[in-house]
């Protein structure tokens, strides 16, 4: 049974031809900085699955990091992006966790290391392989970890296959941080910079989009019927893949540049603008 034939969309749904792909970001759209999602926000998911569109989450965060968010949302669609497209889960009921890992982006990340670390050596670093483990060089936020790690030497990272490397510099604001960045010249790899002096890193040609296009071909979901919302620079991939024909929703608190690609922007994450965004999907 094909993927698209697997996942319709029930009695009470649209047909499968009316459905829409709603591919929500977690931290800043979905997900409050404590933990809490908004009821409001449950409320319209619930409505949009009961109408038989497949809402799915795309997101930076690791596998281990995603999967309970689903559990809160309630839902369990067909696919998953996680580590900002690097990995791309599928629903298998007969996995320990419910999904299996069904496309992996891995690369050596000793040659952006390297050049990084010339740039900002006192940064923090972390690799996340792709069974979601990270190793990481000074003290790095524990939230963002998988399923475990262990603090290791800098050259120890230069060797891991990864599926994702994050660079945090504390000691730089934003503006600062975005001008080194700026100056590095990185190749043969994706990058997006985070709302803090932040740093994603994924494989070439990887990001949010290039995992969703994939996604939307695969359940059969025309391109004008795409709905994304997100918040953070590596969402812009995303939007802009939304928005060329379908809906691309940034969140009120989002910086300018986000702001600047999407089609429409909603309400902040604390007037719960997601819920209001998909309160006019029907």
């Known amino acids: 049974m094909s993927a698209a034939a697997s996942v319709g969309a029930g009695s ?6 009316d459905r829409w792909l709603v591919a929500l970001d977690i931290d800043g759209t979905i997900l409050h900085e404590d933990g809490s999602i908004a009821e409001a926000v449950i409320d319209q998911v619930a409505r949009l699955t009961g109408l038989g569109h497949e809402v799915m989450l795309a997101t930076g965060r ?22 900002n497209g690097a990995i791309t889960l599928q629903r298998d009921t007969d996995a320990p966790l419910g999904y299996r890992r069904e496309i992996v982006e891995t690369f050596n990340p000793g040659a952006v290391l390297t050049q990084i670390h010339q740039h900002l050596a006192s940064a923090h670093y972390a690799v996340e392989d792709e069974e979601g483990y990270f190793r990481y060089t000074g ?18 990272l230069l060797e891991i296959d990864a599926t994702r490397v994050v660079v945090i510099s504390p000691g730089h604001d934003m503006e600062d941080f975005l001008a080194i960045v700026e100056t590095m010249g990185l190749h043969r ?20 989009s290039t995992s969703l296009e994939r996604v939307r071909a ?5 391109a004008s019927r795409v709905l994304a919302a997100g918040d953070g620079r590596n969402d812009i ?21 986000v ?15 997601l819920a209001q965004a998909l309160a006019r999907l029907v």
């Open 12 to 17: 009470a749904g649209h047909p499968v031809t």
């Open 218 to 222: 695969l359940l059969d979901i025309p």
């Open 139 to 156: 003290d790095f936020p524990s939230g963002s970890m998988g399923v475990g790690g262990e603090q290791v030497s800098f050259e120890d």
């Open 237 to 257: 991939e995303m939007l802009l893949w939304a928005g060329a024909l379908g809906r691309a929703v940034a969140m009120g608190q989002a910086p300018d540049d």
């Open 189 to 208: 790899v994706s990058y997006s910079v985070g709302w803090t002096a932040w740093l994603d890193i994924a494989p070439d040609g990887v990001n949010k």
């Open 259 to 273: 702001l600047a690609v999407a089609t429409e922007v909603t309400g902040t994450i604390y007037d719960d603008g």
């Open 62 to 83: 690791s596998v281990a990091a995603t999967l309970p968010v689903l559990d809160l949302l309630g839902i369990t669609p067909t696919y998953v992006v996680c580590s």
